[in-house]
């Protein structure tokens, strides 16, 4: 991984220097003015570039998500193939894990190839965290079946890993541990798994939402993704399961989890749903090419899914170009505004939105008490490879 980071910095040093004046700021803990909101805002930076807080392992931050209990968060840097553990109270970095493996098969830990984590999900009350494998770094185009971890909180290591289908993306289990679902992006599937003794976990069923997806050898399957199936939200007390269909115009659909068979999918969202989250009586959802957050209300749902007549009322209003990750935290919405390259704070009826500065091109968040943490993954070899960490106390 050493010689891919040399290789990578060289590719980003016109960037590294138009950004060097924004990691002065960052490093000093200087305030930094949003234009639309004019309220100063402080951050400090993680990246293989920052003096302060420098790593070198922070390649291509997918996604972060801080531990209910841990007082640490996971960041996953997809293009290292490993997890990064930090203190969210003093921003040291506790510990690398990484996925690599020997062999496809058994997936037995190794130096062979690795796998690149794209998502991750806390169960059990935060003492698992599963991670998903976008591909494995010796498949370039994503032909093959790929995997997702099972890691153990406290000691922080890989307690086994799983093979699963093609490019897994999301991932996500419901309140009681007991389910647990990873959207197949390249193949039009839902998997459906029994966590309810992790020591025993097995795959319960296979759901196919449309039909298969052919790829024509050496093409990229990220982009021949047919419904390229995205976030996915367990609905609680009920037997639903949302997944988010980000292809052909988008939508929303609904799985039986006691039958599972798929019930219906809602067509009249905003285009390209991608990040589903219940808060409250809600679904809420980002839509990527839109740039929208969008909700409907659970009792909605669930006679939608009853009654294919029947068409949910949608409140939905544009937060900014590329909606990716969305985290509904204390009464409020975070989103990553991708292409506009801000974060955007909303009221849950998307009255009172503000904006703050990201880094280029945010795509990852996730926010407690104490702190909003931002991931960078950056897009066409610019941007990227940071992660901002703001104080959620003097957010707007």
């Not at 897994?168 to 679902?181: D, G, H, Q, Y």
């Not at 589903?276 to 679904?283: M, P």
């Not at 209300?297 to 009654?307: F, P």
Request: contains cysteine; aromatic residues 10%; neutral net charge.
């Amino acid at each position: 991984m050493k010689i891919a980071y040399k290789k990578l910095s060289l590719g980003l040093l016109p960037f590294l220097f138009w950004s060097l004046p924004n990691l002065v700021l960052a490093e000093t803990s200087m305030a930094m003015i949003d234009n639309n909101s004019h309220n100063q805002k402080n951050y400090i930076e993680i990246s293989p570039f920052s003096a302060k807080h420098q790593d070198e392992e922070m390649i291509s931050p997918k996604s972060v998500n801080i531990h209910p209990h841990k007082n640490k968060m996971y960041i996953n840097a997809l293009e290292a193939g490993k997890t990064l553990v930090y203190s969210n109270k003093t921003f040291e970095k506790l510990k690398t894990i990484d996925h690599s493996f020997s062999d496809h098969s058994s997936l037995k830990a190794g130096s062979r190839f690795f796998g690149k984590p794209v998502e991750g999900w806390f169960t059990h009350d935060g003492r698992y965290y599963w991670v998903t494998y976008y591909r494995w770094s010796d498949d370039a185009n994503a032909m093959n079946n790929s995997g997702f971890a099972l890691i153990d909180t406290d000691t922080d290591q890989i307690v086994r890993a799983f093979p699963t289908g093609n490019i897994p993306k999301f991932i996500t289990a419901n309140a009681e541990s007991t389910l647990l679902s990873v959207t197949l992006w390249g193949e039009n599937k839902v998997e459906l798994y029994d966590i309810s003794d992790v020591t025993n976990t097995y795959l319960i069923s296979t759901i196919a939402l449309g039909p298969k997806v052919y790829a024509e050898p050496g093409s990229n399957r990220d982009n021949a993704c047919g419904m390229c199936l995205r976030g996915t939200a367990f609905i609680p007390h009920s037997n639903l399961l949302a997944v988010a269909q980000m292809g052909s115009g988008g939508g929303i659909w609904l799985i039986d989890t006691n039958t599972m068979k798929v019930l219906r999918g809602l067509r009249k969202t905003p285009a390209t749903p991608r990040h589903l989250q219940v808060y409250e009586d809600w679904l809420y959802f980002s839509a990527n090419a839109s740039g929208t957050v969008g909700r409907i209300l659970i009792s909605d749902l669930e006679r939608a899914a009853k009654d294919d007549k029947f068409e949910p009322l949608i409140e939905a209003k544009k937060f900014g170009e590329g909606a990716r990750t969305i985290k509904i935290f204390k009464n409020h919405i975070f989103a990553a505004l991708n292409h506009s390259q801000k974060v955007a704070i909303s009221n849950l009826d998307f009255t009172g939105m503000k904006t703050i500065p990201a880094p280029a091109f945010p795509v990852g968040l996730d926010v407690d008490e104490n702190i909003l943490a931002v991931t960078s993954q950056g897009r066409g070899g610019e941007g990227g490879h940071r992660v901002w960490i703001y104080n959620y106390n003097t957010l707007p």
